[in-house]
């Protein structure tokens, strides 16, 4: 069986009741579940299972979400449990990984076509961090008006939708810009996101750039 993504029905979920169906260790997997599983470059949630610490989520190929305890796990199969995401942490990480979509975008609009999309990256709830491929260093001021055109963007409080196709394949868009796929957490405005730095990283390596966004506040 697969656990039933609750963070897609509404990413905005912070506390629900599930079963449990498989206990391993220190880890749950639980019928439901409002925990992001780590993935596509976005952690995994963390939080608690009846006051249990959960220090990581991850999903596997069978499309169960386990939970990765503190400890060895004090529940047993068909058990049923109340989950808290630790909100606060997931909101942040939901800002970046929007902001992210919309400094791409941006990137676009001020480096052409030498601007490949980002070959990795990972985004948290301190920043996002994406690999880009380029044939040269980044010019500093251009990079400036990346975050410029972002901010400027982000203010206009646009309408974000995400939603699944028949082939169970994740969609992100937002008035005026392209369509993206994407299975992370977004918000439902950009307005919400709020104002954003963007910087070069550390180099990860010949022809790549890292592009680091963080919240400015």
């Not at 974000?160 to 299975?183: N, Q, V």
Request: proline fraction near 6%.
């Amino acid at each position: 069986m697969k656990t039933v993504p609750l963070y897609w029905e509404d990413p905005y979920m912070r506390e629900f009741k599930a079963r449990v169906v498989k206990v391993e260790g220190n880890k749950v997997a639980l019928d439901r579940s409002c925990f992001y599983p780590r993935g596509g470059g976005q952690v995994g949630d963390t939080g608690f299972l009846e006051g249990v610490r959960v220090v990581d989520t991850v999903k596997d190929e069978e499309g169960l979400i386990w939970h990765v305890l503190e400890g060895e796990a004090p529940f047993r199969e068909g058990q049923e449990v109340s989950g808290t995401i630790d909100w606060d942490r997931r909101y942040r990480i939901m800002r970046l990984h929007s902001a992210a979509h919309v400094v791409y975008y941006m990137m676009l609009r001020v480096f052409g076509p030498e601007c490949k999309p980002p070959t990795s990256g990972i985004v948290d709830d301190q920043k996002d961090r994406s690999d880009y491929l380029f044939p040269q260093s980044i010019d500093r001021e251009e990079l400036k008006q990346v975050e410029e055109l972002a901010n400027g963007f982000i203010v206009e409080n646009k309408p974000i939708k995400t939603w699944t196709d028949e082939r169970d394949t994740r969609h992100w868009l937002t008035e005026g810009l392209p369509e993206m796929l994407c299975g992370g957490t977004h918000l439902k405005n950009t307005s919400e996101i709020g104002p954003i730095r963007v910087k070069r990283g550390s180099k990860p390596g010949a022809g790549k750039e890292r592009i680091e966004i963080t919240l400015a506040e």
